[in-house]
DNA sequence: GATGAATGAGTTTTCATTCAT
DNA sequence: AATGAATGAAAACTCATTCAT
């Protein structure tokens, strides 16, 4: 058990100093006096600075994974059903990110170490076989469109994802996380269309050439 | 006299030669030989391989820049219209990260080094401008639902990203890109969900415990 | 665990190797080398090629004060009193450079390197503060003339330090060294002239010209 | 003649830059720019940045030669008209060298590069080898007192040396030159010691241990 | 198990020098 | 003769990892 506890102390120190500094910079000697060990401790607990780093995402990665097994899912018969449970598994999601913004940061947008690419590309596809599952439960029940489910599937990782990144390990944002997913749904279930009755005239002012800031 | 050799033989050598390895683990030595030139050619040009990798990825931001501005923006009156006119913004920069995928893949997903991240960070931010633009635009025409901008606008921002990333940086999609984009198009303005007048009944197998895979 | 290799194993090696090439053809390697340890061992004790070399310096700095500072001095009432006395202190700094000859060299003579010209100066400004101490605690006393006192300390320290550059140094004397400073004394006392006494004519043979030789 | 000027232009602009740097740390793209030419161009004049240095340095040590062989030398009877001599002497090289302050530090007190050294210590066995010859003249004609001659014209040359580096470059003194070269030559010539006919009892206040200070 | 001193491989960068124009 | 772009050798320093205690 002194084991477990030894190896704890390692992750979430090396969680914090890999926030910090990302994992180049960051330096084993500092997580070993962070976690309060020599550093030779930690080449105890682990093969080397890069399976410390993979850890570190694995468990960010487990934790989300849990976050979203530990919902209450049932079948789903009513569009306000599905966008409930929908909402919960966000605000897990987020709120699990929100707890450890610096890994987050690092797990979806870190750069290739190991097996970190592994980790990462394995919780995105796990999440967008997920959503293809849905997608395709939901057309079959009638409840949804059908699409074009790999694309969109992906689509909606990506737009979660994002969101992730930027409103929560970036602006920091770790309030009213519930809110964000319902919004985030309420653009996924209806789209941007204004109801069809409503007239569609306009000289829409769209500005033209998009994106010629900064 | 002026330079005899040209900066594009170096930043489309480092092109490569980063989309191979990333930042981290190219070596300055293999640029210089990739690109035919010494070593120290490369510091003639280029402050440091940091500045050097920092040129690459705003290379690619201009083209993708570039390609969205060389669109004719016309003021929209119709969903119709607005859909091409996306379309036609999609296809180009789907188009643009095609024709530069390991580059892509390091502008959207790569490490941050200097100034790396404030290249991704103004793209991102001026994207995410763009689409709160044409938000508000479109539903002061009437054409667009109101909605909550910001989040939406990210959200749309990430669902491309991610289309990036994914299907065409690592699956290396490059054809049927104009389908791509309407697909993704077709979600985004019309969402998910059946039309109302559709039965919704359904016992919908929704699959409890997700993302508990590998 | 207490340093496991000596400090002193590794400042005796640089000395040897810095006295060899002087500090910039100086390289870590071969200061490594013969301190028979690896290369990054010097910088567990070192932070940089620069700060040992300055640790080199200072040691024998420290030496030649030592010198000096374990020697009687006592109240001088006479001449021969204060000529003893100097005899000693210069018996002392000649012995101490001569043991460290090529340390002696770079102390006195070397390049700029780092604090090393600080280390310097702070050395020639206290032998001057000293020498200028003594030229006036003599005048005042009676035993000395009252004359240019900084001018003539620094000229004494000149003439000090330019002894053992050349004569210790460079020539590598290293026995008779309290005659040797006899006879300094000799001339620093009583200066060049003959007696006032002994018949001043002379058609001295003063060649014209001086060096232009070689 | 073309050739001349350019030289002239290149070791002007080389002192400067070796001055301002030392040896080492002075970059030849420095020096041509500063002297107004291409790179390459001192390699047309100079065999390399090495041969630059030591043609700056032999140009100031020739010019002390210079000004010490402009000087009217005649056969001297007089202790007076030997000081007046001297003092001359002095002082023109006291003013040659405060006219290059940052050449001469280099020439006294530089790095070992190339033929520097030889450039050096050829200069001070000159001046020895001048010292002793007037040393033995002034002996042989009665005027000055017999002794150590090799020591003590070392003597005299360190305390020149050492006046010059720190007087006149360290202190940048350009005035009252001649003043400084009596005080040097009372000093020289009549020593510390006060008249013997002064009283000589005192309890001088001769300070113990010195040189304890920084 | 824990320690932490020692290791030494590995890489960017500088800058004197060359030589085609 | 002059240019200055290109060259490439050379070296300090870092830091993950090891292993004797």
Redesign the interface.
């Known amino acids: 058990m002194a084991r477990r506890i030894d190896e704890q102390r390692l992750t979430a120190a090396a969680a914090r100093v890999f926030a910090r500094h990302?994992?180049?910079a960051a330096r084993v000697s500092e997580i070993a006096r962070e976690a309060g060990v020599a550093q030779g401790t930690v080449y105890l607990y682990f093969k080397s600075k890069e399976g410390l780093y993979v850890a570190v995402l694995e468990r960010l990665a487990r934790q989300?994974?849990e976050a979203?097994?530990g919902?209450a899912?049932?079948?789903?018969?009513?569009?306000n059903a599905?966008r409930d449970?929908f909402a919960d598994?966000y605000t897990e999601i987020f709120e699990t990110c929100a707890a450890s913004r610096g890994v987050a940061g690092l797990l979806l947008?870190?750069?290739?170490v190991g097996r970190s690419s592994e980790v990462r590309s394995?919780?995105?596809?796990?999440?967008?076989?997920?959503s293809v599952?849905?997608?395709e439960?939901?057309?079959?029940?009638?409840?949804?469109?059908s699409?074009?489910t790999t694309?969109?599937a992906?689509?909606?990782?990506?737009?979660?994802?994002?969101?992730v990144?930027?409103?929560i390990v970036e602006d920091g944002r770790a309030d009213g996380l519930r809110a964000?997913a319902e919004?985030?749904l309420?653009?996924?279930?209806?789209?941007?269309?204004?109801?069809a009755d409503?007239?569609?005239?306009?000289?829409?002012?769209?500005?033209?050439?998009?994106?010629?800031?900064?």
């Not at 409503?198 to 900064?214: C, E, G, N, W």
């Open positions: 990302g994992f180049h989300i994974r979203s097994a919902l899912w049932t079948s789903v018969t009513s569009a599905l449970q598994l947008g870190g750069p290739p394995e919780l995105l596809r796990d999440a967008e076989a997920v599952a849905y997608l439960a939901g057309a079959s029940a009638g409840l949804l469109r699409i074009a694309t969109v992906r689509a909606i990782v990506g737009l979660l994802l994002h969101t990144t930027r409103t964000l919004e985030l309420d653009f996924e279930l209806h789209g941007l269309l204004a109801p409503r007239t569609q005239t306009a000289h829409t002012a769209v500005p033209a050439a998009p994106m010629t800031t900064s």
